[in-house]
């Protein structure tokens, strides 16, 4: 099986900062993409940012600008720089593993962890 653990979440008031980093171990394949979703209470859980293993990004017209994806591809590893925060980006942020096993794909999320954006 393959874990993914995220971290780094917390409190922070509008303006600020925070890094996001999640990990993904356990018996992996070959990790394709990664990426952050958020889903805030009351709404559908929704694509942040991603990125393959060749280094492709993708943001949400939301947080364009504001947040950079990154990943260290040895140790299956993605971080999430977030700037310039607001109230509205207040969700648990879940980080997603996508392992490639040379004919089918797998999906592995993690726990989530708690963002607020409060002043």
């Known amino acids: ?6 971290s780094g979440g917390g409190l922070v008031q509008p303006g600020g900062s925070l890094r996001l980093s999640c990990a993904a171990s356990g018996r992996i394949f070959s990790i394709y ?9 009351g709404n559908q859980r929704e694509l942040v940012a991603e990125i393959t293993s060749d280094g ?7 947080v364009k ?9 040895a140790k299956n590893t993605v971080y999430l ?3 310039s925060l607001k ?27 708690q963002v607020s954006v409060s002043s």
């Open 1 to 6: 099986q393959v874990q993914v653990v995220e």
């Open 56 to 62: 492709i990004t993708n943001y949400a017209v939301a």
């Open 33 to 41: 993409a990664m990426g952050w979703y958020r889903q805030a209470p």
């Open 81 to 83: 720089q977030m700037n």
């Open 87 to 113: 109230p509205e980006d207040t969700a648990v942020y879940y980080c997603n593993a996508v392992d490639y096993s040379g004919a089918l794909y797998y999906t592995y999320w993690g726990q989530g962890t």
């Open 65 to 73: 600008g504001r947040f950079t994806i990154s990943r260290d591809n």
